[in-house]
């Protein structure tokens, strides 16, 4: 038969059974406070007449649950579900480890190389070839009513055409028709020289990396686990990821971080991240060398994949970037708080590679920080340390916590003066700062002379963005190459120019003006000065064909070799060379 109790009544019989237990033992962590398929006591209402309504509990052998509490706090190990425990520990559970431990420095791994590092001029890729994909897509063009004149691509009129493009990142102008302006404010005499502006255009309207053909078909695929998001640009994707990894073995530090190629194409690649300087683009995972910053290997970002493992995005990405059966073993990547994991690190350390990098500590796997690590003895008002910013936490393979490094910071005296002190700092803060600068050297190597520019396509601003990566790794090679050598190597502009003038087969000296070489000169040259106005006379060309009549006169032009009057009131050189150059340029526009 039940005895029912109050509330005070039960509140002193539990107080009671507590005083039983013996002191020495302590509950158990979770385990106690989760179990809810046997519950010690059971609530009820009651409700009797005459009396207030009040919440009563049962006390159903309180003797026997009781024991049965007693001999599980007793167990050493009881597992709470029926299930199978997990095989391997869980990281969270190890707590941070503090001043008076001891610092171990991680045993790092072998550096072996797969090659020597540095420039690997022997090996050589083939070269691109999307010259038939051009003729393709332009004939698809002209069918679809285009206005440009359709002429077959050949590989000397790509050359000339991404040379035009790096061109146009040395000489900048407001927009693509300025640069073939004649008798402008704007004229730059190079574009004209290497390719009409109808064929440049007709050629950046109809640039296609893959075949036309094969775009329907996997177009046909949306929607299913065989349709490619990057199939467009495909062919040059892969040849310029083989050209990076072939023709330069990096370091032993890499770094890792993303990049924003700005675009507000019409795909579903589009990515918008606020904190970037460039907040709408195709987002890029960078592998590069810290040192020099060449871009090792990369991927895009083409939104949730289906085929993403257990692990998340940020595990993937690092894992598809490093490649040991191409770079080798004993790497040391540094990445920042987006990647770092100690399910990554843990992975990475198998595989032989150190690791560094920031963490945050709600991460999956990290130990938790207390929420006061002051203890209740302290008294009221004790500060532990003052801090402004955010801490910082760091995750390392490679170093110990500390080892005498310091760095200098300004600080202010009582007095109010500022002074330069040493300041203790963390080995792997020091390594962070250093070799973490990878991608950011990248960046701004590129954005220098970047060929970027607005379009409505994104394989076309990919396609420039490839451009950039190459002409940046080409002069970092350059670089090293000179390094080799003990020879200064030329400046990135210098280098551009160089580069542009051997693709558009031009002479660095510079284009020579066409009003330079039309001059007027004697007719007779070998006759002496009396004779030179009288001898060796012909009809002006220009009186003939406009003004129907003979003139004879002794000048001639230096490059055209017309002979033409030269007087005060008549000047037929000027007029035949103003009537020369229009023609001259509305031949070229019609071009």
């Not at 004939?139 to 004149?149: D, E, P, V």
């Not at 790096?166 to 290497?194: E, G, T």
């Amino acid at each position: 038969m039940r005895r029912l109790l109050n509330v005070d009544q039960a509140l002193k019989l539990f107080f009671e059974l507590e005083e039983n237990v013996e002191p020495d033992s302590e509950p158990e962590s979770d385990e106690c406070d989760d179990e809810v398929d046997d519950p010690l006591f059971v609530l009820e209402e009651v409700k009797r007449e005459g009396e207030e309504e009040q919440p009563l509990i049962s006390t159903q052998s309180v003797s026997r649950r009781s024991a049965e509490r007693q001999g599980r706090r007793d167990t050493p190990t009881r597992s709470r579900s029926p299930l199978p425990q997990a095989a391997e520990p869980h990281l969270s559970s190890e707590p941070w480890k503090s001043e008076g431990d001891a610092d171990i420095t991680p045993e790092c791994s072998r550096f072996q190389l797969r090659r020597t590092p540095g420039v690997q001029i022997e090996r050589l890729c083939p070269q691109i070839q999307f010259v038939q994909t051009q003729t393709k897509m332009l004939q698809k063009n002209q069918h679809l009513g285009k206005k440009y004149k359709w002429t077959d691509v050949e590989t000397e009129h790509l050359y000339r055409f991404f040379g035009l493009l790096i061109y146009m990142s040395l000489v900048s102008l407001p927009s693509l028709r300025d640069y073939w302006r004649q008798n402008h404010i704007l004229s730059v005499p190079l574009p004209s020289k290497v390719m009409t502006r109808n064929r440049f255009h007709s050629i950046f309207w109809s640039i296609h990396l893959s075949d036309p053909e094969e775009d329907l078909k996997n177009d046909a695929k949306k929607g299913t686990p065989g349709h490619d998001k990057l199939f467009r640009i495909r062919p040059l994707y892969d040849e310029i990821l083989s050209a990076c990894q072939a023709y330069y073995h990096p370091r032993r530090e890499l770094s890792v971080d993303e990049r924003m190629v700005a675009t507000k194409a019409k795909t579903g690649m589009i990515q918008y991240m606020k904190d970037k300087l460039t907040k709408w683009g195709m987002k890029m995972f960078i592998l590069a060398e810290s040192r020099s910053g060449y871009t090792i290997s990369f991927t895009i970002y083409t939104g949730k994949n289906q085929a993403a493992s257990e692990h998340g995005l940020a595990y993937d990405v690092v894992m598809n970037l490093i490649q040991p059966s191409c770079l080798g073993t004993g790497y040391h990547i540094y990445m920042d708080n987006f990647y770092t994991s100690p399910r990554l690190f843990l992975d990475l350390t198998s595989m032989r590679f150190g690791v560094c990098g920031t963490c945050r500590e709600n991460r999956k796997g990290c130990p938790k920080d207390r929420a006061n690590a002051l203890n209740r003895k302290c008294p009221r008002g004790s500060v532990r340390w003052i801090r402004e910013g955010p801490l910082v936490s760091v995750c390392s393979t490679i170093h110990p916590a500390f080892s005498g490094e310091t760095v200098r910071r300004k600080v202010k005296d009582r007095d109010g003066h500022w002074a330069t002190r040493e300041i203790p700092c963390p080995t792997p803060i020091m390594a962070y700062n250093k070799n973490m600068g990878g991608i950011d050297l990248s960046d701004q190597l590129i954005q220098y002379y970047s060929t970027h520019r607005k379009t409505a396509r994104w394989y076309r601003t990919m396609l420039l963005h490839f451009l950039d990566i190459a002409t940046t790794n080409a002069f970092i090679m350059h670089c090293e190459m000179c390094s080799a050598k003990q020879v200064q190597p030329m400046a990135h502009k210098d280098f551009m120019v160089e580069l542009v003038c051997q693709l558009c087969g031009m002479d660095k000296t510079g284009v020579p003006s066409r009003r330079a070489e039309h001059i007027p000169v004697p007719i007779l040259t070998d006759t002496d000065a009396v004779q030179k106005a009288t001898k060796g006379r012909l009809k002006c060309k220009r009186s003939l064909q406009e003004d129907n009549r003979r003139s004879d006169t002794p000048w001639k032009c230096q490059a055209c070799g017309v002979p033409l009057c030269l007087v005060v009131d008549r000047n037929c050189f000027l007029e035949w060379h103003r009537l020369f150059h229009n023609q001259d340029k509305e031949k070229e526009e019609g071009n």
